[in-house]
């Protein structure tokens, strides 16, 4: 049996990249998760963002392997949907247990250019949805005097980043959001915590609209064209996290016996080292 047997676990924003990294992980610890994603473009993002097919196939990926998932099509920024997906949990499995809030969405660019809409979007996925998710799972989580709650915030949410006003605002918002839910929920068997990675590599990251941020003097730059400025960003010079690297951060803290609450765990290849 693994560690999570029996418990039932949703993640936002898990059709690709870190998100399917984190449901796998769970998964394969034995829980029960609901992998939900808006699959679906946003105006306002230059990139692609994740499909009903990339939803389907980490779906079947983790049943294919033995564990147990399902999918959810949900806008995290609808705060109806986010009840009703929760809701539908309860009625299927009974219980909630683990809440990774991960969705999350990086367009760049300069403060003074940035669009309402930009900045709305951003806010309300990264933050608002965040936020939308964990209301509607405590009560839940507080009725059975347990839960684990992690929401992935981000380096710019503990440093201030060029061209990331928007989205750092979104991230140190988060980490705000957790620690109050944390000090709120810390006699209900109940833990909050924030992860803060360095850049991932993830389509968020890796592409076209990223590379020509990062390399505006080229007319077609490509991943390789980007590393060298991303490894500028950190003291280990490496260029970007694997998603399971965040991944291991997470099953630490959902798998925690309950002593760790409120607190913020950076993945971020030194960074920190810089700041108090």
């Known amino acids: 049996m693994g560690q999570l047997t ?12 870190q998100g399917r990294a984190h449901a ?14 808006i699959a679906a473009p946003l ?11 990339d939803l389907d196939e980490t779906v079947g990926m983790i049943n294919n392997a ?6 959810a099509i949900t806008d995290v920024r609808d705060s109806a949907a986010v009840d009703e997906l929760t809701d539908r949990i309860i009625a299927e499995h ?3 247990d683990i809440l990774v809030a991960n969705a999350g969405i990086c367009v760049l660019g300069p403060v003074a250019d940035l669009s309402d809409d930009v900045w709305r979007d951003t806010i309300e996925t990264n933050l608002s949805g965040a936020f939308y998710c964990i209301r509607a799972a405590l009560p839940h989580m507080t009725r ?18 060029r061209n990331l006003g928007h989205y750092g605002a979104s991230k140190w918002g988060v980490i705000g959001l957790v620690k109050s839910v944390a000090l709120e929920t810390a006699t209900d068997g109940i833990t909050a915590n ?26 077609h730059p490509t991943a390789d064209d980007a590393r060298e400025r991303h490894q500028r960003l950190n003291p280990m010079r490496v260029a970007w996290l694997d998603p399971e690297d965040v991944t291991r951060a997470v099953m630490y803290l959902v798998t925690d016996r309950g002593n760790t609450t409120g607190t913020v765990l950076e993945v971020d290849l030194g960074t920190s080292a810089s700041r108090m």
């Open 6 to 17: 029996g418990q039932v676990a949703l993640v936002t924003g898990g059709a690709r990249g």
């Open 94 to 96: 009974g219980r909630l």
């Open 43 to 53: 105006a306002t993002v230059p990139y692609p963002l994740a499909t009903p097919a």
């Open 66 to 71: 033995g564990g147990r998932a399902s999918a």
């Open 24 to 37: 796998t992980a769970l998964a394969d610890a034995g829980a029960t998760v609901v992998v939900c994603d």
């Open 194 to 219: 924030v992860i803060c990675p360095a850049t991932v590599g993830t389509p968020m990251v890796l592409n076209d609209h990223s590379f020509k941020a990062f390399r505006p003097d080229l007319e």
């Open 144 to 161: 059975q005097q347990y839960g684990r709650i992690v929401a992935i915030s981000s380096g710019a949410g503990r440093g201030a980043m």
